[in-house]
Protein backbone atom coordinates (compact mmCIF):
# COMPACT_ATOMS: atom_id res chain seq x y z
CA UNK A 1 0.00 0.00 0.00
CA UNK A 2 1.25 3.29 -1.13
CA UNK A 3 1.41 5.75 2.14
CA UNK A 4 3.03 9.09 2.81
CA UNK A 5 6.96 9.30 3.34
CA UNK A 6 6.62 12.34 5.68
CA UNK A 7 3.95 10.48 7.82
CA UNK A 8 3.59 6.98 7.34
CA UNK A 9 0.06 7.58 6.53
CA UNK A 10 -2.14 6.77 3.14
CA UNK A 11 -2.18 10.09 1.10
CA UNK A 12 -5.31 12.24 1.10
CA UNK A 13 -7.64 11.75 -2.36
CA UNK A 14 -7.70 14.95 -4.43
CA UNK A 15 -10.77 16.42 -4.23
CA UNK A 16 -12.96 15.82 -7.93
CA UNK A 17 -13.64 18.95 -9.64
CA UNK A 18 -16.78 20.47 -9.17
CA UNK A 19 -18.68 19.59 -12.75
CA UNK A 20 -19.61 22.44 -15.11
CA UNK A 21 -22.94 22.96 -16.31
CA UNK A 22 -23.03 21.54 -20.05
CA UNK A 23 -22.92 25.59 -21.24
CA UNK A 24 -19.92 26.09 -18.68
CA UNK A 25 -19.62 29.35 -17.06
CA UNK A 26 -23.25 31.06 -15.84
CA UNK A 27 -23.48 34.93 -15.73
CA UNK A 28 -26.49 36.90 -13.85
CA UNK A 29 -27.33 40.83 -15.31
CA UNK A 30 -30.67 42.41 -13.23
CA UNK A 31 -31.56 45.87 -13.88
CA UNK A 32 -34.79 47.10 -11.28
CA UNK A 33 -37.59 43.78 -11.76
CA UNK A 34 -35.57 42.74 -15.15
CA UNK A 35 -33.10 39.78 -14.93
CA UNK A 36 -31.15 38.03 -17.64
CA UNK A 37 -28.66 34.49 -17.29
CA UNK A 38 -25.96 34.34 -19.91
CA UNK A 39 -23.43 31.23 -20.61
CA UNK A 40 -20.25 30.63 -21.90
CA UNK A 41 -21.20 28.33 -24.67
CA UNK A 42 -22.41 30.38 -27.71
CA UNK A 43 -22.27 33.71 -25.38
CA UNK A 44 -26.17 31.81 -25.02
CA UNK A 45 -29.32 33.89 -23.66
CA UNK A 46 -30.50 31.17 -20.93
CA UNK A 47 -33.56 33.02 -19.50
CA UNK A 48 -34.55 36.59 -19.21
CA UNK A 49 -37.23 38.17 -17.23
CA UNK A 50 -38.53 41.58 -17.86
CA UNK A 51 -40.97 43.07 -14.95
CA UNK A 52 -41.12 39.81 -13.53
CA UNK A 53 -42.17 37.53 -16.31
CA UNK A 54 -40.88 34.62 -17.90
CA UNK A 55 -40.30 36.11 -21.69
CA UNK A 56 -37.98 33.49 -23.18
CA UNK A 57 -38.65 29.83 -23.37
CA UNK A 58 -34.67 29.08 -22.42
CA UNK A 59 -33.09 25.86 -20.55
CA UNK A 60 -31.88 25.21 -17.88
CA UNK A 61 -28.45 25.41 -15.65
CA UNK A 62 -28.31 21.87 -16.21
CA UNK A 63 -29.41 21.29 -20.29
CA UNK A 64 -27.97 21.45 -23.01
CA UNK A 65 -29.48 23.73 -25.80
CA UNK A 66 -31.78 22.40 -28.46
CA UNK A 67 -32.84 23.79 -31.49
CA UNK A 68 -30.28 26.58 -31.31
CA UNK A 69 -31.80 27.93 -28.04
CA UNK A 70 -30.50 31.25 -27.48
CA UNK A 71 -27.60 30.47 -29.29
CA UNK A 72 -25.66 33.10 -30.75
CA UNK A 73 -24.68 32.68 -34.79
CA UNK A 74 -21.39 33.85 -35.97
CA UNK A 75 -20.09 34.34 -39.18
CA UNK A 76 -23.64 33.09 -40.81
CA UNK A 77 -26.56 32.62 -39.25
CA UNK A 78 -29.13 29.88 -40.77
CA UNK A 79 -27.89 27.12 -43.58
CA UNK A 80 -25.19 27.01 -46.70
CA UNK A 81 -26.02 24.76 -48.96
CA UNK A 82 -23.79 21.96 -48.63
CA UNK A 83 -21.30 23.67 -46.74
CA UNK A 84 -19.76 25.53 -50.03
CA UNK A 85 -19.53 28.37 -50.96
CA UNK A 86 -17.25 30.77 -53.42
CA UNK A 87 -15.00 33.30 -52.15
CA UNK A 88 -12.04 34.61 -54.43
CA UNK A 89 -12.70 32.33 -57.35
CA UNK A 90 -12.09 29.25 -54.97
CA UNK A 91 -14.43 27.18 -53.00
CA UNK A 92 -14.54 26.68 -49.34
CA UNK A 93 -15.82 23.86 -47.73
CA UNK A 94 -17.11 24.11 -44.08
CA UNK A 95 -18.25 21.25 -41.84
CA UNK A 96 -21.51 19.69 -42.45
CA UNK A 97 -23.25 19.79 -39.19
CA UNK A 98 -27.00 19.54 -39.91
CA UNK A 99 -26.10 16.13 -41.46
CA UNK A 100 -30.37 15.61 -42.35
CA UNK A 101 -29.79 18.15 -44.77
CA UNK A 102 -26.42 17.95 -45.75
CA UNK A 103 -25.83 22.10 -45.18
CA UNK A 104 -23.70 24.16 -42.84
CA UNK A 105 -26.11 25.49 -39.91
CA UNK A 106 -25.74 28.51 -37.97
CA UNK A 107 -22.23 29.89 -37.68
CA UNK A 108 -18.75 28.15 -35.82
CA UNK A 109 -19.25 29.36 -32.60
CA UNK A 110 -22.47 27.74 -31.34
CA UNK A 111 -20.48 24.82 -29.43
CA UNK A 112 -17.69 27.21 -28.13
CA UNK A 113 -17.17 28.29 -24.75
CA UNK A 114 -16.53 32.62 -25.23
CA UNK A 115 -14.95 34.50 -22.21
CA UNK A 116 -15.93 37.11 -19.96
CA UNK A 117 -14.66 40.15 -20.74
CA UNK A 118 -16.35 42.80 -19.08
CA UNK A 119 -19.03 42.69 -17.12
CA UNK A 120 -21.39 44.99 -14.45
CA UNK A 121 -24.53 44.48 -12.21
CA UNK A 122 -26.88 44.83 -15.28
CA UNK A 123 -24.33 43.52 -18.65
CA UNK A 124 -22.00 41.30 -19.66
CA UNK A 125 -19.73 41.24 -22.52
CA UNK A 126 -18.50 37.84 -23.93
CA UNK A 127 -15.70 37.26 -25.77
CA UNK A 128 -14.37 34.75 -28.32
CA UNK A 129 -11.60 34.45 -31.02
CA UNK A 130 -13.20 32.72 -34.27
CA UNK A 131 -9.81 30.68 -36.13
CA UNK A 132 -9.15 29.60 -39.70
CA UNK A 133 -10.77 26.16 -40.20
CA UNK A 134 -12.15 24.04 -43.12
CA UNK A 135 -14.40 26.80 -45.19
CA UNK A 136 -13.12 29.85 -43.04
CA UNK A 137 -10.14 31.89 -43.83
CA UNK A 138 -8.90 33.99 -41.08
CA UNK A 139 -9.49 35.38 -37.52
CA UNK A 140 -12.27 37.11 -36.06
CA UNK A 141 -12.60 38.50 -32.86
CA UNK A 142 -16.18 38.26 -31.96
CA UNK A 143 -18.04 39.90 -29.07
CA UNK A 144 -21.64 39.78 -27.83
CA UNK A 145 -22.72 42.59 -25.21
CA UNK A 146 -26.67 41.82 -23.05
CA UNK A 147 -27.30 44.90 -21.04
CA UNK A 148 -30.35 45.54 -18.88
CA UNK A 149 -31.89 49.20 -18.47
CA UNK A 150 -35.15 50.26 -18.10
CA UNK A 151 -36.42 49.13 -21.78
CA UNK A 152 -35.48 45.82 -21.37
CA UNK A 153 -32.96 44.20 -23.17
CA UNK A 154 -30.41 45.02 -26.02
CA UNK A 155 -27.91 42.19 -27.47
CA UNK A 156 -25.12 43.69 -29.40
CA UNK A 157 -22.87 41.47 -31.61
CA UNK A 158 -19.03 42.81 -32.89
CA UNK A 159 -16.93 40.95 -34.91
CA UNK A 160 -13.73 42.31 -36.12
CA UNK A 161 -11.07 40.61 -38.72
CA UNK A 162 -7.86 40.64 -36.89
CA UNK A 163 -6.54 37.76 -39.67
CA UNK A 164 -4.52 38.45 -43.19
CA UNK A 165 -7.79 37.05 -45.61
CA UNK A 166 -10.55 38.79 -46.58
CA UNK A 167 -13.87 37.00 -45.51
CA UNK A 168 -17.45 36.84 -46.02
CA UNK A 169 -19.57 37.84 -42.72
CA UNK A 170 -23.47 37.57 -41.41
CA UNK A 171 -24.67 37.33 -38.08
CA UNK A 172 -27.93 36.54 -36.31
CA UNK A 173 -29.35 35.13 -32.83
CA UNK A 174 -31.73 32.48 -32.40
CA UNK A 175 -34.22 33.42 -28.91
CA UNK A 176 -37.28 31.30 -28.30
CA UNK A 177 -40.13 33.72 -27.35
CA UNK A 178 -43.02 33.37 -25.18
CA UNK A 179 -46.02 35.26 -23.33
CA UNK A 180 -46.51 31.60 -20.66
CA UNK A 181 -48.97 29.97 -22.55
CA UNK A 182 -48.65 25.78 -22.84
CA UNK A 183 -48.25 26.41 -27.04
CA UNK A 184 -47.32 29.23 -29.58
CA UNK A 185 -50.60 28.64 -31.34
CA UNK A 186 -52.75 30.45 -28.95
CA UNK A 187 -50.01 33.94 -29.67
CA UNK A 188 -50.65 36.42 -32.37
CA UNK A 189 -47.87 37.82 -33.83
CA UNK A 190 -47.23 40.62 -36.00
CA UNK A 191 -44.03 40.71 -38.65
CA UNK A 192 -43.85 44.06 -40.89
CA UNK A 193 -42.50 42.05 -43.83
CA UNK A 194 -43.44 42.40 -47.49
CA UNK A 195 -41.12 39.39 -49.15
CA UNK A 196 -41.20 35.66 -47.55
CA UNK A 197 -38.59 32.98 -48.81
CA UNK A 198 -39.69 29.74 -50.22
CA UNK A 199 -37.30 27.29 -49.61
CA UNK A 200 -36.46 23.24 -50.40
CA UNK A 201 -36.90 20.65 -47.98
CA UNK A 202 -33.33 21.62 -46.86
CA UNK A 203 -34.18 25.02 -46.06
CA UNK A 204 -32.36 26.31 -48.68
CA UNK A 205 -34.18 29.43 -50.31
CA UNK A 206 -35.61 29.22 -54.07
CA UNK A 207 -37.23 32.63 -54.28
CA UNK A 208 -38.44 35.14 -52.40
CA UNK A 209 -41.94 36.55 -53.02
CA UNK A 210 -44.69 38.90 -51.56
CA UNK A 211 -46.69 38.05 -48.79
CA UNK A 212 -49.19 39.58 -49.66
CA UNK A 213 -52.55 37.64 -49.99
CA UNK A 214 -50.21 34.65 -48.89
CA UNK A 215 -50.50 32.73 -45.08
CA UNK A 216 -47.08 34.13 -44.72
CA UNK A 217 -48.61 37.72 -44.43
CA UNK A 218 -48.24 38.47 -40.61
CA UNK A 219 -48.51 42.25 -41.49
CA UNK A 220 -51.44 43.01 -38.75
CA UNK A 221 -51.70 40.37 -35.85
CA UNK A 222 -52.22 36.99 -36.72
CA UNK A 223 -53.28 33.69 -34.36
CA UNK A 224 -50.61 31.52 -34.99
CA UNK A 225 -53.24 28.64 -34.66
CA UNK A 226 -51.98 25.61 -36.47
CA UNK A 227 -49.57 27.52 -38.93
CA UNK A 228 -46.55 25.99 -39.31
CA UNK A 229 -43.48 28.46 -39.79
CA UNK A 230 -40.17 27.95 -40.66
CA UNK A 231 -39.66 30.90 -42.68
CA UNK A 232 -37.50 33.65 -43.60
CA UNK A 233 -39.20 37.19 -43.89
CA UNK A 234 -37.26 40.14 -45.70
CA UNK A 235 -38.29 43.83 -46.58
CA UNK A 236 -39.20 44.87 -43.42
CA UNK A 237 -40.67 48.12 -42.55
CA UNK A 238 -39.09 49.96 -40.12
CA UNK A 239 -39.93 52.57 -37.79
CA UNK A 240 -39.20 56.34 -37.39
CA UNK A 241 -36.11 55.41 -35.27
CA UNK A 242 -34.83 53.04 -37.91
CA UNK A 243 -35.80 49.71 -36.07
CA UNK A 244 -38.15 47.34 -37.69
CA UNK A 245 -40.37 45.32 -34.71
CA UNK A 246 -41.92 42.26 -34.16
CA UNK A 247 -44.56 42.00 -31.73
CA UNK A 248 -46.11 38.93 -30.10
CA UNK A 249 -49.21 39.02 -27.62
CA UNK A 250 -50.85 36.34 -25.83
CA UNK A 251 -54.92 35.68 -25.52
CA UNK A 252 -54.98 37.16 -22.35
CA UNK A 253 -52.03 39.24 -22.22
CA UNK A 254 -52.14 42.78 -21.04
CA UNK A 255 -49.21 43.80 -22.58
CA UNK A 256 -46.89 42.46 -25.71
CA UNK A 257 -43.66 41.48 -26.67
CA UNK A 258 -41.30 43.43 -29.01
CA UNK A 259 -38.38 42.11 -30.82
CA UNK A 260 -36.41 45.67 -32.28
CA UNK A 261 -33.61 45.39 -34.39
CA UNK A 262 -31.07 47.99 -35.89
CA UNK A 263 -30.36 48.90 -39.46
CA UNK A 264 -27.54 46.03 -39.70
CA UNK A 265 -30.57 43.29 -39.87
CA UNK A 266 -32.24 43.09 -42.89
CA UNK A 267 -34.10 39.76 -42.44
CA UNK A 268 -36.34 37.57 -39.88
CA UNK A 269 -36.80 33.94 -39.40
CA UNK A 270 -39.77 32.98 -37.49
CA UNK A 271 -39.59 29.30 -36.68
CA UNK A 272 -42.96 27.80 -34.85
CA UNK A 273 -40.70 24.67 -33.71
CA UNK A 274 -42.66 21.94 -35.39
CA UNK A 275 -39.38 20.12 -36.05
CA UNK A 276 -38.77 19.75 -32.16
CA UNK A 277 -39.21 16.75 -29.94
CA UNK A 278 -41.22 16.28 -27.03
CA UNK A 279 -42.57 19.04 -24.61
CA UNK A 280 -40.36 21.76 -26.71
CA UNK A 281 -42.31 20.95 -29.55
CA UNK A 282 -44.49 24.39 -30.58
CA UNK A 283 -43.50 25.81 -26.87
CA UNK A 284 -42.11 28.79 -27.87
CA UNK A 285 -41.50 31.44 -30.92
CA UNK A 286 -38.26 31.42 -32.31
CA UNK A 287 -37.99 35.23 -33.59
CA UNK A 288 -34.49 35.26 -35.00
CA UNK A 289 -32.46 38.69 -36.85
CA UNK A 290 -30.55 37.99 -39.21
CA UNK A 291 -28.14 40.17 -41.33
CA UNK A 292 -28.62 37.86 -43.78
CA UNK A 293 -31.13 35.40 -45.52
CA UNK A 294 -30.38 31.55 -45.63
CA UNK A 295 -27.64 30.60 -48.47
CA UNK A 296 -26.39 34.13 -48.70
CA UNK A 297 -22.67 33.25 -49.13
CA UNK A 298 -24.62 31.66 -52.39
CA UNK A 299 -26.36 34.43 -53.93
CA UNK A 300 -25.39 35.67 -57.03
CA UNK A 301 -24.61 39.12 -55.02
CA UNK A 302 -23.80 38.78 -51.98
CA UNK A 303 -24.02 41.90 -50.84
CA UNK A 304 -27.03 42.80 -52.40
CA UNK A 305 -28.33 40.55 -49.52
CA UNK A 306 -26.72 41.73 -46.68
CA UNK A 307 -23.63 39.68 -46.72
CA UNK A 308 -20.78 42.02 -45.53
CA UNK A 309 -17.53 41.44 -46.92
CA UNK A 310 -14.68 42.08 -44.17
CA UNK A 311 -11.22 42.72 -44.55
CA UNK A 312 -8.42 42.76 -42.72
CA UNK A 313 -8.89 45.61 -39.48
CA UNK A 314 -12.96 45.93 -40.43
CA UNK A 315 -16.06 45.36 -37.62
CA UNK A 316 -19.16 45.04 -37.84
CA UNK A 317 -21.48 45.88 -35.28
CA UNK A 318 -25.42 44.77 -34.90
CA UNK A 319 -28.17 45.13 -32.24
CA UNK A 320 -31.75 43.75 -31.29
CA UNK A 321 -33.37 43.65 -28.35
CA UNK A 322 -36.39 43.20 -26.38
CA UNK A 323 -38.80 44.87 -24.42
CA UNK A 324 -42.62 44.55 -23.00
CA UNK A 325 -44.87 47.29 -24.91
CA UNK A 326 -48.01 48.99 -24.07
CA UNK A 327 -51.11 47.35 -22.77
CA UNK A 328 -53.33 46.32 -25.83
CA UNK A 329 -56.48 44.82 -26.14
CA UNK A 330 -55.66 40.58 -26.81
CA UNK A 331 -57.11 39.52 -30.13
CA UNK A 332 -60.33 37.06 -29.64
Given at each position: ???D?????????????????????????????????????????????????????????????????G??????????A??????????????I?????????????????????????????????????????????????????????????????????????????????????????????????????????G?????????????????????I??????????????????????????????????????????????????????????R????????????????????A????????????????????????????
Amino acid sequence: MTTDDATGSSPTPPTPPTPLPPTATQVRIAHGDHEAWTVSVAAGLRTLRLAGRDVVDGFGEHDRPSGGRGQTLVPWPNRIAGGRYPLDGADQQLAITEPSTGNAIHGLARWATWDVADRTASSVTWSHLLVPQPGWPTLLACRVTYALDDDGLSVTTSARNVGSADCLYGTGSHPYLTLGTALVDDLSVTVPAATWFETDDGGIPTGAYPVQGTPYDLRTPQRIGERVLDTAYGDLDRDDDGRWRVRLAGPASASRLVMWADGAYDYAQVFSGDTLHGAERRRGLAVEPMTCPPDAFNAPDPAAVGVVRLAPGDEHVATWGLALDQPITPLS
